[in-house]
């Protein structure tokens, strides 16, 4: 089994008006046999969405949700 974790704190970016914020990731993993691995991950942990930028030429901010994601890795 594997645990791994992460904690990012990202400044404000005044000039994109997007405010400071801190983001956190964690992964659990699992090698069932040498060849195979599953794992799950889970990002943004601490909010359910937060701004990162706003596109160039609009006044709407982008915000990135609350995600899980699976993943199965094959060794041959």
């Not at 970016?13 to 046999?33: E, F, I, Q």
């Not at 040498?34 to 937060?50: A, G």
């Not at 706003?54 to 982008?62: A, I, L, N, Q």
Request: glycine share 6%; net charge positive; charged share 20%.
């Amino acid at each position: 089994m594997q645990w791994d974790a992460a904690l990012y704190c990202v400044g404000a970016l005044s000039k994109l008006h997007v405010p400071a914020y801190t983001r956190l990731d964690t992964r659990l993993g699992w090698r069932a046999t040498p060849e195979l691995e599953l794992s799950v991950s889970l990002q943004n942990l601490l909010d359910n969405r937060h701004p990162e930028f706003v596109p160039e030429g609009t006044s709407r901010m982008t915000e990135i949700g609350r995600s899980v994601y699976g993943k199965i890795t094959w060794r041959f």
